[in-house]
């Protein structure tokens, strides 16, 4: 079964200091990976996405996030937190059951508390 | 303005109604999406449809019904609400490329909190 693990609730670092967001995956075909961030009251956004090519991909609002296939991962990071920073953020893969559906499993979520 | 917006964004409703949230998205894109968060849970998918007049189950369609006789519509129908469908919901769309190696990510509505006493 395809699935995606998120296994922090809660994530809190200071302002300035590097934050990761933990991910990893479980999927029958090629890994399509996501993070998508939320804000209070608000929908998701995407911030990047891995298909295929360089391990470290780059996205929006400075974050980064980094492919491992051995480790089956694609966890978020970003050098220096900001306070503004603070949302929950879902990792995301594509689901390969029944075609090209462009479909997506998604992660319970790690909520991000940055401490200024 | 552009985007994918949904309505109402906040409903209080009762036990055994009807009530019918609606998404309207102005990309033309071809797919699109509910789904619910609650806690715990994350996003889980309730039903999803690839264009207009084709539409599937998702993890946990009981309960709920959807139609989308244009492409910029997908309207669902909880046909008699329970308690236990008390959530936020969420519209989202992307536009076609399942090939293999592209890939079109999914734009998020803002989301409607219903409450079912």
């Known amino acids: 079964a395809q699935s995606v693990a998120q296994p922090e609730d809660q994530v809190n670092v200071a302002e300035g200091n590097p934050l990761t967001v933990k991910c990893t995956y479980s999927?029958?075909?090629?890994?399509?990976l996501f993070w998508y961030v939320q804000y209070p009251n608000r929908g998701l956004q995407f911030l990047l996405k891995y298909i295929t090519g360089d391990n470290l991909v780059k996205g929006s609002y400075g974050f980064e996030a980094e492919f491992n296939k051995s480790q089956t991962s694609f966890h978020l990071k970003k050098p220096s937190a900001l306070v503004s920073d603070s949302a929950l953020y879902f990792c995301a893969v594509r689901d390969w059951g029944g075609g090209a559906t462009n479909k997506l499993i998604f992660g319970t979520g790690t909520l991000l508390a940055v401490q200024p | 303005d552009a985007g994918i917006t949904q309505s109402p964004r906040y409903k209080i409703t009762e036990t055994g109604r009807q009530v019918t949230l609606m998404c309207h998205q102005t990309w033309s894109h071809s797919y699109m999406f509910w789904y619910r968060q609650d806690l715990g849970h994350g996003l889980r998918l309730i039903y999803y449809s690839a264009a207009a007049d084709i539409t599937d189950k998702g993890e946990v369609p009981d309960g709920y019904v959807v139609s989308r006789s244009k492409t910029e519509n997908f309207p669902l129908t909880l046909e008699s609400a329970t308690r236990s469908q008390t959530s936020v919901y969420f519209c989202?769309?992307?536009?076609?490329?399942?090939?293999?190696?592209?890939?079109?990510?999914?734009?998020f509505g803002p989301g409607t909190r219903l409450t079912v006493l």
């Open positions: 989202a769309s992307s536009g076609s490329g399942g090939a293999v190696g592209s890939y079109n990510e999914q734009f």
């Open positions: 999927v029958s075909g090629n890994p399509y």
